[in-house]
């Protein structure tokens, strides 16, 4: 996926829009909504961009920050793969859902 203006580049400095963390091997990280994923794609919940109870809520059925899943379906609602459970949202709600890629070696539990 290639990066658009629309979406945030983080680098080492910390910026309010998200709370992405760096590695050595990884100077930037690239992070978009999970909607704007392609199906079949592995990637880190980043940020939770809903109001408190929404993001409580979600945070309760798996999609937690730096939670590894995997993007199942996406049709009038996205189908996702956490936890080893898969879990329908709504393509609004995965608007909410900031998320980055994995390398092809990280797997998703």
């Known amino acids: 996926m290639q ?43 980043k940020q939770l961009c809903a109001s408190p109870e929404i993001a409580h809520r979600l945070r309760e059925m798996g999609f937690c920050e730096e939670q590894r899943i995997k993007l199942l379906s996406q049709h009038s609602n996205v189908i996702c793969q956490v936890c080893n459970a898969r879990l329908g949202i709504s393509a609004e709600l995965a608007e909410a859902i900031w998320v980055e890629p994995l390398l092809t070696e990280e797997k998703v539990a």
């Open 3 to 45: 990066p658009s203006l629309n979406y945030f580049t983080l680098s080492g400095v910390s910026k309010k829009t998200s709370s992405a963390k760096t590695t050595p091997a990884r100077e930037s990280t690239f992070i978009c909504p999970l909607s704007k994923m392609r199906v079949g794609t592995a990637c880190r919940i």
